[in-house]
């Protein structure tokens, strides 16, 4: 029946994971790196009013600015992609630590242009993820379980979504709330930026062996 075979599916993915510890952590780095952008989508509209008081924000041209930003970032990534040591995990690196400090501007100067101008490379960082963090889910995990593996990050990927939505909605529009909820969301994407280099130290072997 369709539940055994997704118990069955599930329970070989656990296995490979444990086999595999590389596939384990890039699945939650990228779990913490999206997790935490997710999060940032319930976060710019009210700290962007916050700071603009009683004027209204045109939410429309700021959520245009942010796709052609997002665009910008993914040509971006096929740019540097050649330069940068490490190629796509150099890429997707430089992608976590930018959008962690970009996480961090808000916390140091809470006012709108340095916040906006965050925002928009934040952004451009999730274009080149979006790139190049699919390239190494292609370089790490057996092609005959990808679609497998990529299902079962999606529940830590969810449970950081409602932990990073709850912690917006509890902040509420109260600055020192939302520069608290930032604070978070830059710790997250530190630790996707340990959990990557780590699946990358330990996975570099195996991957050596199956280019070889």
């Given amino acids: 029946s369709g539940l055994n075979g997704l118990v069955k599916e599930t329970k070989e993915v656990l296995k490979l994971c444990?086999?595999?510890?590389?596939?384990?952590?890039?699945?939650?780095?990228?779990?913490?790196?999206?997790?935490?952008?997710?999060?940032?989508?319930?976060m710019w509209v009210p700290s962007l009013q916050a700071v603009s008081g009683d004027s209204p924000i045109p939410t429309g041209l700021v959520f245009s600015c942010f796709m052609l930003a997002m665009t910008c970032g993914g040509l971006l990534s096929s740019i540097i992609l050649p330069v940068i040591p490490g190629g796509n995990l150099g890429?997707?690196?430089?992608?976590?630590?930018?959008?962690?400090?970009?996480?961090?501007?808000?916390?140091?100067?809470f006012t709108f242009v340095p916040m906006l101008t965050?925002?928009?490379?934040?952004?451009?960082?999730v274009g080149m993820f979006n790139s190049a963090g699919a390239t190494l889910r292609?370089?790490?995990y057996p092609e005959g379980n990808q679609s497998s593996i990529i299902s079962?990050?999606?529940?830590?990927?969810?449970?950081?979504?409602?932990?990073?939505?709850?912690?917006?909605?509890?902040?509420?529009?109260?600055?020192?709330?939302?520069?608290?909820?930032?604070?978070?969301l830059s710790?997250?994407?530190?630790?996707?930026?340990?959990?990557?280099s780590y699946a990358y130290a330990v996975g570099k072997p195996v991957l050596r062996k199956k280019i070889d």
Avoid at 25 to 36: H, K, N, T, V, W
Avoid at 104 to 109: A, G, K, R
Avoid at 187 to 196: A, E, W
């Fill in 18 to 42: 444990r086999v595999r510890p590389d596939i384990w952590c890039l699945g939650i780095s990228q779990a913490f790196f999206e997790g935490a952008v997710y999060s940032f989508v319930f």
């Fill in 91 to 109: 890429v997707s690196i430089l992608a976590y630590v930018v959008s962690a400090v970009c996480m961090v501007v808000p916390v140091m100067n």
């Fill in 118 to 125: 965050s925002f928009l490379v934040l952004e451009a960082m």
């Fill in 138 to 140: 292609s370089e790490f």
């Fill in 152 to 184: 079962i990050f999606r529940l830590p990927l969810n449970l950081l979504v409602f932990y990073g939505t709850s912690l917006a909605n509890s902040a509420g529009s109260e600055v020192e709330g939302l520069k608290g909820v930032f604070t978070q």
């Fill in 187 to 196: 710790v997250m994407f530190i630790i996707s930026i340990v959990l990557l």
